[in-house]
């Protein structure tokens, strides 16, 4: 579901890259334009971070307090206009470490509100741990995620991905994969009394597996019960049944009163579009990549020139979780891992997702490998491996680059 109208430069190009603060770029996108926000803002550590000359406060007596507040006053203004360009059906999603998670965590329910709390997701992104320091070997990192307005959210929190063949460990004899499923809801909450029209007699024959809404010769009338007797109802109405039919089977089982006959869905692997299972809210390396493997993506396209970026497979399966015509933003792009994700993405289904980046064109570090390489800016970083992607995997690139920004 594409946002309702979208930022008038990105045309039909995949990538378009602003360089400038995002707090003066973001009011310039059209509000409601972006249908979902992934971004990996500067981390509190303890060093200096991006625009900590705008907004730290050195007369705190507290200075740990005093870090936290500048951290904070950073981060709300950027998050209220996150919040304008949002469209009502969209989401954001917004990687933090232990420094700062539940000072977000207070911040994003200020700004998008607590009832539009979607996850917050632990992401094990250095499976070693982290050997430095005092303290534990810390493995994993946060994403939190909320929506613009949860009732219109089109985040779907399932995918195909997540789902495990394992899990279905019967075949047909032309090599169809499923399982077996009960027919009767195992819900205690739904009953005869709750849901009256979903108890009814069906008919069926153990010996054949043959199940109908009416009865036929050899077949026993079967209604719903619990494992210990009491009245269930099924999980399909009658036209369900009839429709259906051959997706069931009456089977013999044993339970506590002794052998008896049921009947059972027969849960097919590979279905009609496509099996889909709820996400879990750990996000393992195995599955969306680490540091280690993101520092890898990076170096093949530009080199290593930046600390700590984030897999492609983390934004991938975030993407995963929303129409493939979406409008994605990132305002914090740092070494671009978004907007890579989204041309990964689209090359893999043939999606026409469009991504918005931004990042400031604030100065590497002297003698870092980054300046050494020839990237005298963050923003060149970035620029650098969106040119590269639109070369090896397609989808183009557009610069913009905004006034010198104002500092308020």
């Not at 900590?52 to 500048?70: E, I, K, S, V």
């Not at 360009?85 to 989401?91: E, F, I, M, S, Y």
């Not at 996400?279 to 530009?302: F, Y």
């Not at 999606?351 to 604030?362: D, Q």
């Amino acid at each position: 579901m594409p946002a309702a109208s979208s930022y008038p430069s990105l045309g039909r190009v995949c990538n378009t890259l602003h360089v400038g603060d995002n707090l003066d770029v973001l009011p310039r996108l059209a509000p409601g334009s972006v249908d979902v926000v992934y971004t990996d803002p500067p981390y509190n550590t303890g060093n200096d971070f991006a625009y900590a000359d705008r907004f730290r406060d050195d007369t705190h007596p507290d200075p740990y307090a005093g870090r936290h507040a500048a951290w904070r006053a950073m981060m709300r203004p950027r998050l209220e206009a996150v919040r304008t360009v949002l469209a009502p059906h969209g989401a954001v999603f917004v990687s933090i470490d232990d420094n700062e998670v539940a000072h977000l965590r207070l911040l994003m329910d200020e700004v998008f509100g607590e009832a539009n709390f979607l996850a917050q997701v632990v992401v094990n992104l250095n499976p070693k741990g982290r050997q430095l320091g005092r303290g534990f070997a810390t493995s994993h990192e946060y994403v939190l995620a909320y929506a613009r307005h949860l009732p219109d959210c089109v985040v779907d929190g399932s995918t195909t991905e997540s789902v495990d063949e394992a899990d279905f460990p019967l075949s047909t004899a032309d090599g169809r994969r499923f399982r077996y499923l009960p027919l009767r809801n195992t819900n205690k909450k739904f009953n005869p009394l709750t849901t009256p029209t979903l108890h009814y007699p069906l008919y069926g024959d153990p010996a054949t597996g043959r199940v109908s809404t009416t009865q036929f010769a050899g077949s026993l009338a079967l209604t719903p019960v619990f494992g210990d007797g009491r009245p269930a109802v099924w999980r399909w109405s009658r036209p369900r049944v009839d429709e259906r039919s051959d997706d069931l089977e009456c089977r013999v089982i044993r339970g506590r009163g002794g052998e008896r006959a049921d009947i059972f869905q027969r849960d097919w692997l590979h279905r009609e579009g496509g099996r889909r299972k709820k996400l879990r809210t750990i996000w393992l390396a195995e599955e969306i990549g680490s540091t280690d493997t993101a520092v890898a993506e990076l170096k093949a396209l530009v080199g290593h020139v930046f600390e700590s970026p984030k897999p492609t497979g983390l934004v991938r399966r975030i993407l995963s979780t929303l129409p493939d015509d979406v409008v994605v933003l990132d305002p914090f792009a740092g070494s671009g891992t978004t907007g890579h994700a989204v041309a990964l993405a689209n090359a893999a289904d043939g999606g026409t997702r469009r991504c918005v980046s931004i990042n400031s064109a604030e100065p590497t570090r002297e003698g870092s490998n980054a300046r050494l390489a020839g990237l005298a800016t963050v923003a060149d970083i970035t620029r650098a491996r969106l040119a590269a992607v639109a070369e090896r995997v397609g989808g183009g690139l557009e610069v913009v680059r905004s006034e010198p920004p104002v500092h308020r």
